[in-house]
């Protein structure tokens, strides 16, 4: 089992910046791949960025790709999303999360989440 915290989320500009960060409890973070996912409302959950369990492997969204960064530093158990260039567009509730496995892009392949971080890009 693994419990997640996400904090770093806030209301900026577009146009600015935004690092989030994922805490994981526990000693086996290295067993788990992680992944961001972000929710705005009315819609549902939709994938943003993974990273595999050494950090070798990692994929992006097609609207973050080139803008939006996914890290890990596992002798701190967290895992990090360095966003640029926000825009309002990306408005929306984040979510990390893990899964005991290979990277993986479906909200129903993690099996663990955090309670989420807003992040608000004004226009």
């Known amino acids: 089992q693994v419990q997640l915290v996400e904090s770093g989320g806030g209301l900026v500009q577009a146009g600015a910046s935004l690092r989030l960060s994922c805490a994981a409890s526990?000693?086996?973070?290295?067993?788990?791949?992680m992944g961001w996912f972000r929710q705005a409302p009315g819609k549902e959950r939709e994938f943003v960025a993974t990273?595999?369990?050494?950090?070798?492997?990692?994929s992006y969204a097609a609207p973050v790709k080139g803008r939006f960064t996914i890290s890990r530093d596992n002798a701190k158990n967290a895992v990090y999303l360095q966003m640029n260039s926000l825009k309002p567009e990306d408005t929306a509730v984040y979510y990390c999360?893990?899964?005991?496995?290979?990277?993986?892009?479906?909200?129903?392949?993690?099996?663990?989440w955090g309670q989420g971080t807003q992040v608000t890009v004004s226009s």
């Open positions: 999360a893990a899964r005991a496995s290979a990277v993986a892009m479906s909200v129903t392949e993690y099996n663990y």
């Open positions: 526990g000693n086996t973070f290295t067993s788990y791949a």
């Open positions: 990273i595999s369990r050494f950090g070798r492997i990692t």
